[in-house]
Structures are given as structure tokens and as C-alpha cells.
């Protein structure tokens, strides 16, 4: 009986972000406009791409310029921006060049579905926003800006990091690389809350952001061994991690660890509840100067086992999947990317497949369709696996 309700809910949830828009992105003769589901075309192929309607706009490019058009096909927001992202939450990032074209410098800012600045396009950098809040970039210093324009903290940082759970790290000098810890290393940094005050301070010492409540912090003792320890809002040690070779923040209550060379995952009382026995590819856990490993989504890992391949693991270390693949990678909504064989698709959390595993690469179902690439050629997938371009 609990089989059949599992597998109950599993078709549920499938069928639940299965429904196909009614107006789906078509590719034909390397131009792209908007089909029906009898695929008719209702909006001609004449961009060189465009994106699936978020909010009743869809994102259009032509010529390299990016706007915004209604289901009929009018253009609501004119075709002049440089980059720009589909609507979410009543708004849109865009961004435009300035200067010469070939130095490839941008300023950002937000619009809303008329086309009016809610945050100007005048600044340098635009992160996402989070907690409410976006870092901005004048050129020079960091600052912060409210979800509806206003200016939060103004720019004074040389280097800050998005908000986390009412916390940023900022300083007044940029981080230096230390090829020894693998980290960015701050001569002086502080986390702050959206008010600016100053919540803890870390010295000669590289930091990621809270999660969970607690803060990882990574530093050289006098002996120049490495010591790890985690912080709570306060900034006070919570936790000392300098027996692992390396340590992720926390996530859904675990942290990634590694032991010789292995990963396993230990809770906030530092107990180690997932053996360390999985592997990590040495230089993805490096890229970017960045301690790249894995963390818990949805209750579940991606994590690989020696000589097996990758599969998902559940907060006890139980394999989840009955086969194994080259890669897996899991996104929201679920769904889990995954290659086998050299070819990509998207797998259910439960091992049954949403995409067939035949592109050669994929991006995550958003509101029923996956963009995906067969050799030079991306084009659109519904749930049905239904693909839209004409030859």
C-alpha cells in the first residue's frame, strides 16, 4: 500500500508541472517566434531568439538587442537593451553597454513590465535579488539596494557578498587568494545586517556565508596549519572543523566533509552522519578558487561512489536510485539533470525519467518546457518530450 501511494505521489508531482504553455518558443529556419500546442504558428518567426512567456511578456532578441512582447505579438517593452532576463515578480534585469562596444562594460538595473526603472539603469553591477536585497557596484564600492529602489547602504565597500540570512560579509580591501588554503583570505572582513551593524568580525581569514545559521570560517593558525571552524549570528565558535581536509557550509542541516580525499557529511553537532566514502572530482573542486562540494536539496545529495558513478543519497546515506550515472546534477522543481553515456536529460527524484537522456546539453522544465541542444541546434521540449523547430 505504501509503494502504490509513493508511486501515487511521484506521478502527482510529475503531472503537477507537466502542462504545456499555450504558446511555446519555435524554431524555423534559424529564426524564432511562438507556436500553439496544434503547433500553428501565432507569432512569425523572425527573432534570433526568444525566451517562453514569464508574467505575460515573453523575452525577444533581434539584431543583438533584447525587449519584450504580449501574446499577440506587439511589442510592449522596445528592443534596446544589451542583455536582459525574463520578467519574475513584476520585474526584469536589463542591462545596456556603455562606451565602446568591444569593452564589454554594462551598466544594470531593473524595469517593470511597462518598461520604467524601478532600480535605474545606471549601475555596474546587479546581483540577484535576496532576502529582499541586491548588491549594486558603482566601479568602485558595493552598496545595497531595497526590492523597491530604495538605497539601503550606500556604496563603502570594496568588497561585499549578497545578504543570507540577514547577514553580508563586507571589507574594506579585497580579498588575496592563498594557494595553501585554496581560499580568498581577508586581512579584515565583517559580517553586517541589513541595517549595516556589525554582527562579527573575522581577521586573516576566509569566510562563506551563512547558512543554516551558521557561518564557515577557514584560517592559518601560528603553526600555519589550517584551522576551520563554524560561527553563529553572534560570531561566536560554535563548532571546530580543522580535523577535515576541507568543509562546506551547512545545508537542510548538513555539511559537506572530506577525509582524505573522500566526502561524507556531518550535522551542527559535528557528528559524522554520512561516512566520508564519496568522491570529488579534484579540479571541479577547485574551480574558481572555490571549495566546490556537495549539499543536500530537497532532502537529497548528489554525490558519486568510487568505481560506480553518481547517484542520490538521502540524509542516511541511502542510495536512492537503482542505476548510476556520469553526472547528476539536482534542480529545483523536481528534477535532476543527468548524463549518461555522453548525453544529458532530466531524471524524477525517484529515478523516472522526465527527459530521455539523448541532448547534448539541457537547462532545467520552467513552466512545462526544457531548453535543449542537439549539436549547433537549441531548441524547446515540452513534458511530452514533444520537440519545437522545423527543420
Known amino acids: 500500500m505504501m509503494k502504490q501511494l509513493m508511486v501515487f505521489l ?16 519555435y524554431l524555423q529556419n534559424q529564426r524564432w517566434g511562438f507556436v500553439n500546442q496544434e503547433r500553428t ?23 543583438r538587442k533584447y525587449g519584450y512582447i504580449d501574446r499577440s505579438g506587439k511589442t510592449v517593452i522596445a528592443l534596446k537593451y544589451d542583455k536582459a532576463q525574463s520578467f519574475s515578480n513584476g520585474r526584469a534585469k536589463v542591462e ?76 574594506n580591501q579585497p ?37 543554516n545559521g551558521l557561518a564557515l570560517i577557514i584560517a592559518k593558525s ?3 596549519t589550517q584551522v ?29 566533509v572530506m577525509n582524505q580525499g573522500k566526502v561524507g557529511f556531518i550535522n551542527p553537532k559535528g557528528t559524522l552522519v554520512v561516512p566520508c566514502q564519496y568522491v570529488i572530482n579534484a579540479e571541479w573542486f577547485r574551480q574558481e578558487h572555490k571549495r566546490r562540494m556537495p549539499r543536500f536539496v530537497g532532502g537529497l545529495a548528489a554525490v558519486a561512489l568510487p ?18 550515472y556520469q553526472y547528476l546534477q539536482i534542480v529545483p522543481n523536481q528534477q535532476v539533470l543527468a548524463k549518461k553515456n555522453g548525453r544529458w536529460g532530466i531524471i524524477h527524484p525517484s529515478g523516472k525519467v522526465i527527459l530521455p537522456l539523448q541532448y547534448d546539453a539541457v537547462k532545467p522544465y520552467k513552466n512545462g518546457l526544457a531548453l535543449v541542444r542537439k549539436g549547433k541546434r537549441r531548441f524547446y ?8 523547430f522545423d527543420e
Open 228 to 256: 576551520m571552524y563554524f560561527i553563529d549570528k553572534q560570531g561566536n565558535k560554535v563548532l571546530d572543523v580543522s580535523k577535515y581536509g576541507a568543509v562546506h557550509g551547512f545545508t537542510e542541516g548538513l555539511a559537506a
Open 222 to 224: 601560528n603553526d600555519s
Open 10 to 25: 511521484v506521478c502527482l508531482s510529475l503531472g503537477a508541472s507537466a502542462q504545456t504553455p499555450t504558446l511555446i518558443p
Open 381 to 388: 521540449v515540452d513534458r511530452a518530450g514533444e520537440e519545437y
Open 307 to 324: 568505481n560506480k558513478g553518481w547517484n542520490l543519497i538521502d540524509p542516511q546515506g541511502r542510495v536512492q536510485l537503482p542505476t548510476y
Open 175 to 211: 580579498p588575496r587568494y592563498d594557494p595553501a588554503l585554496g581560499i580568498h583570505v581577508f586581512t579584515k572582513a565583517t559580517f553586517i545586517d541589513t541595517q549595516g551593524k556589525v554582527q562579527a568580525a573575522i581577521h586573516r581569514a576566509g569566510a562563506e556565508s551563512y547558512a
Open 96 to 171: 545596456v553597454i556603455f562606451g565602446k562596444k568591444t569593452d564589454g562594460q554594462f551598466k544594470a538595473g531593473y524595469i517593470d513590465k511597462t518598461g520604467q526603472a524601478i532600480i535605474p539603469v545606471a549601475h555596474l553591477g546587479v546581483t540577484t535579488f535576496r532576502d529582499s536585497v541586491a548588491m549594486v557596484w558603482n566601479g568602485h564600492q558595493h552598496g545595497y539596494i531595497h526590492w523597491r529602489g530604495d538605497t539601503l547602504l550606500k556604496h563603502q565597500y570594496a568588497y561585499a557578498t549578497r545578504f543570507s540570512e540577514g547577514r553580508a560579509l563586507v571589507a
Open 41 to 63: 504558428i501565432v507569432i512569425p518567426c523572425i527573432y534570433h531568439y526568444v525566451a517562453p512567456f514569464s508574467e505575460g511578456l515573453a523575452l525577444v532578441e533581434l539584431n
